[in-house]
């Protein structure tokens, strides 16, 4: 049985036999390559016949390329590792309308490749493969159409992202682990999950999606790989009326990678939720999973997936959890050398309460987990109660909180004082029972760790306060507050002077006297930062001990200023403070830093 679309509408139509269909097939799965082109290799037909069925097929008009005038200036507007990729070759230029010769007019996605990345309406014509190579070789040189041995797997930008065949033979399966995903695993389980689901209908059927399975594979494999080549945080599957959407969150910021066919929207979700161990029959409620990715032999990804229903369809966020990529040492997270050495003492105390505060997203986790790595040893007992735990670390009790049956952090931070303790971290304090056992914890010779979401570290005084902790618990457990942002760093291989005006400078918070002297750098834009100027990210401290002054306003019922004030007499850095000085150090920009930092003067 032919199991290839393209053979079997050439059996049909009586331009080759099934016999010399499943040579040709038996062929490609030794050498990889297009069933077309290795049937005109192996001379089962003509070249100009496939080229006029092909035509005939898609309703689309052929050209000879050997006849074709192109202008040098429209093989400039695709780059040349498109033109290799997709075999490709652009020949005239309408508008905003680019036309392009291509050997497999059915490839939508080496369509929406090059439509991204020129930013042009693609309108495809079909060309034989001799031609397209003999062109791309004169346009380009004589290197650059050699035929590859195998077919290049889905990529999200060819340019510096290819998803290659050695990264997908990388994603193996360790039979021990069964969270483990493995491709070949769901090869098949993927055509099953999409037929449960309705993804494949009469329509689709008509448009050859019911092959869709192992282009999908490729492409979420591909989607997922890349993201963590290009170090982003976050991966957004967004379904809209007429787009499907696919963003990263790299360095903080959101980007749109790929817009997709709406009609691949079920089977591209349904992948992701089987990969997830979820219910892709589900689809009316949000549900949360876990895919375990192993890269190679050593390296291991997770990513954590949550599923939300929307209008028009479940958007996917997955947060990726890349231990390689994971710093536990506080030298080089940003910290300023006094701040560095109050959070150390604060943190190596036999007792007490230190909090990290600030919004989602700004590295909370990160700092308290290189807290404990730098705390923890044989002789010390450290649980935690996370909501959801994103690393496993050796030698340290983590707890999931499970909402649903009870487990929630004041539950678990009840158990733990039972468990023998020395160090407690609690995920979140979001309530007055967990703060208020929090505090009899601390008091009662713990060391407690936790993280609230306040502005900055004074104001997170009052919203203990707030909560209905009495003020002469706060002063007696509370020993230190961090507050923290994450700005972007300044890339390294394009980073420049930047003239700044003397009145930018003041109004950013600069009180040097000789302002005019300030060298500031910003980044240009290259390919190492894909031309954002920035690459990686530092973070900003406000580092606040509790001193006796301070405990002694806490009591008095201070105002969040009055805290705020003497904290730094006491040479407290603010965050804007801390900006301003990486600012000068040449690590971010002044914009990154009024961006992510309130002013200190009001």
Request: glycine residues 6%; charged residues 25%; contains cysteine.
């Amino acid at each position: 049985m032919i199991t290839d679309r393209l053979g079997t509408m050439l059996v049909k139509a009586q331009l080759i036999t099934e016999e010399e269909a499943q040579k040709a097939l038996l062929a490609q799965s030794k050498k990889g390559g297009r069933l077309g082109s290795v049937l005109v290799r192996l001379g089962f037909i003509d070249e100009i016949k496939l080229l006029d069925f092909l035509s005939r097929q898609y309703g689309l008009p052929s050209v000879d390329l050997t006849t074709t005038n192109i202008d040098p200036d429209v093989i400039k507007l695709v780059p040349l590792e498109l033109v290799k990729k997709y075999r490709i070759i652009p020949i005239k230029r309408r508008g905003a309308t680019l036309c392009i010769a291509m050997i497999d007019p059915s490839d939508v996605f080496a369509i929406d490749d090059i439509k991204f990345m020129t930013g042009y309406n693609i309108e495809p014509v079909i060309a034989t493969e001799s031609t397209v190579i003999k062109t791309i070789q004169a346009f380009y040189g004589g290197g650059a159409a050699e035929t590859p041995q195998k077919e290049e797997n889905f990529s999200i930008e060819a340019k510096d992202y290819t998803l290659g065949d050695e990264m997908e033979d990388d994603f193996m399966d360790d039979k021990q682990d069964g969270a483990l995903v493995s491709v070949e695993d769901f090869d098949t389980v993927v055509g099953d999950a999409l037929e449960d689901v309705d993804v494949v209908d009469e329509q689709e059927e008509e448009s050859g999606m019911q092959d869709v399975a192992a282009p999908i594979v490729k492409l979420v494999n591909g989607v997922l790989v890349n993201a963590i080549k290009v170090g982003a945080s976050d991966i957004h599957v967004e379904p809209f009326e007429t787009v499907f959407r696919i963003r990263l969150r790299i360095d903080g910021v959101m980007r749109t990678i790929m817009n997709l066919p709406t009609k691949i929207k079920n089977a591209v979700v349904s992948r992701l939720k089987i990969m997830s161990k979820l219910d892709i029959a589900e689809r009316r409620l949000p549900q949360d999973g876990r895919i375990k990715l192993k890269l190679g032999k050593k390296k291991e990804v997770d990513f954590r997936v949550s599923t939300l229903p929307c209008l028009f369809g479940e958007k996917v966020v997955m947060r990726i959890l890349d231990k390689g990529n994971l710093t536990f040492d506080l030298t080089k997270l940003g910290f300023e050398p006094t701040a560095l050495d109050n959070f150390n003492t604060a943190v190596k105390s036999p007792y007490g309460m230190v909090l990290v505060t600030g919004p989602t997203g700004s590295g909370k986790t990160t700092t308290l987990y290189s807290a404990l790595s730098t705390i923890n040893t044989q002789e010390i007992n450290i649980m935690t109660a996370e909501d959801p735990v994103e690393y496993n670390l050796l030698g340290i009790n983590q707890v999931q909180m499970k909402d649903e049956i009870g487990l929630n952090f004041a539950a678990a931070l009840r158990s733990f004082l039972r468990q023998d303790p020395d160090v407690v971290m609690v995920g979140e304090i979001r309530d007055y029972e967990t703060a208020e056992i929090g505090v009899k914890a601390a008091l009662t010779g713990h060391l407690v760790l936790s993280t609230l979401h306040t502005n900055d570290a004074p104001g997170t005084i009052n919203r203990l306060l707030n909560m209905g902790i009495e003020p002469f618990l706060v002063a007696s457990s509370v020993i230190l507050i961090l507050a923290q942002r994450l700005t972007r760093r300044i890339c390294t291989q394009c980073k420049a002077v930047d003239p700044v005006a003397i009145e930018a400078l003041e109004e950013a918070g600069f009180r040097q006297k000789n302002l005019e002297e300030l060298v500031v750098y910003k980044g240009k834009g290259c390919d190492k930062c894909t031309q954002t100027g920035y690459k990686g990210r530092v973070a900003l401290y406000e580092v606040m001990p509790i001193k006796s002054k301070i405990r002694e306003l806490i009591l008095q019922g201070a105002t969040t200023e009055e805290i705020k004030t003497q904290a730094v007499s006491e040479k407290m850095k603010t965050l804007r403070m801390s900006g301003l000085e990486k600012v000068l150090e040449g690590i971010t920009t002044i914009e990154e830093v009024l961006a992510n930092t309130m002013s200190d003067v009001d």
